[in-house]
């Protein structure tokens, strides 16, 4: 069995402003760096054969505090586009409430949030939309490069390995929809150092 440790960045910049973030990235906060490292305690007991981040600097710097503060012995910290968050396209930094109010007028109106998440590739499609930069993707783009990585990933260690994983809050919410659909409505917000588990049997994943 294969253990993937999917954890969310530190909290941010444009978080800490309370601004949608997809592409678009900014530095760790005071606070972020010290969940980090929290986190890193907490996770001290687990050995980690891998390390994996989305291409971006929040990550990126959120595995590395992490990893030196639980003492892994692992130096390399690999970058992978596939981890990416959704890109929000024209919604790149803008305040989250417009963020969120633009989204649920796209649905209908008066969106919940726990439906968001159930109609989550919905969601992605009226980004997709809406967005007039021409650098947004399709949810089933979006499914096919993160069930790549994962694949990729869950065939290229022996069985037992513990994989380190440092992405995003929609991305996350995305391999819950993939492989724990019947929980989705259960979500509300994937918070900053928040961790996810999934399991991959050679065979099939299984979130935890």
């Known amino acids: ?11 941010t910049l444009l978080n800490q402003l309370d601004r949608a973030q997809g592409w678009a990235d900014s530095p760790l906060t005071a ?14 007991s687990v050995e980690f054969q891998a390390a ?11 595995a590395k505090l992490l990893l030196r503060e639980s003492g ?15 890109c929000l396209g024209t919604m790149e930094a803008e305040k989250n409430k417009v963020f ?5 007028g796209w649905l209908g109106g008066a ?35 993160l069930k790549s990585f994962f694949l990729s990933a869950g065939t290229s260690y022996p069985d037992g390995s513990n994989i380190l994983i440092i992405t995003h809050a929609f ?3 995305t391999v819950i929809y993939l492989f724990n659909f019947e929980n989705m409505e259960k979500i509300s917000k994937i918070n900053n150092t928040e961790s996810t588990r999934l399991l991959f049997d050679g065979k099939a994943f299984k979130v935890m």
């Not at 069995?1 to 909290?11: D, E, K, L, N, V």
């Not at 994996?52 to 959120?62: L, N, P």
């Not at 967005?131 to 399709?138: A, L, N, P, Q």
């Open 52 to 62: 994996y981040t989305s291409d971006t600097r929040r990550a990126f710097d959120t």
């Open 171 to 173: 991305l996350i919410k």
């Open 111 to 145: 969106v919940s949030f726990s439906e968001m998440n159930r109609r989550l590739p919905e969601v992605a499609a009226a980004i997709h939309q809406h967005d007039t930069t021409g650098m947004t993707e399709s949810f089933e783009q979006i499914c096919e490069r």
């Open 100 to 104: 969120m109010e633009c989204v649920s």
């Open 1 to 11: 069995m294969i253990s993937f440790y999917i954890i969310r960045h530190g909290q």
């Open 72 to 86: 892994q012995p692992i130096t390399e910290i690999c970058q992978d586009a596939r981890l990416r968050e959704w």
């Open 31 to 44: 606070s972020g760096e010290q969940a980090a490292k929290k986190l890193g305690k907490d996770l001290s």
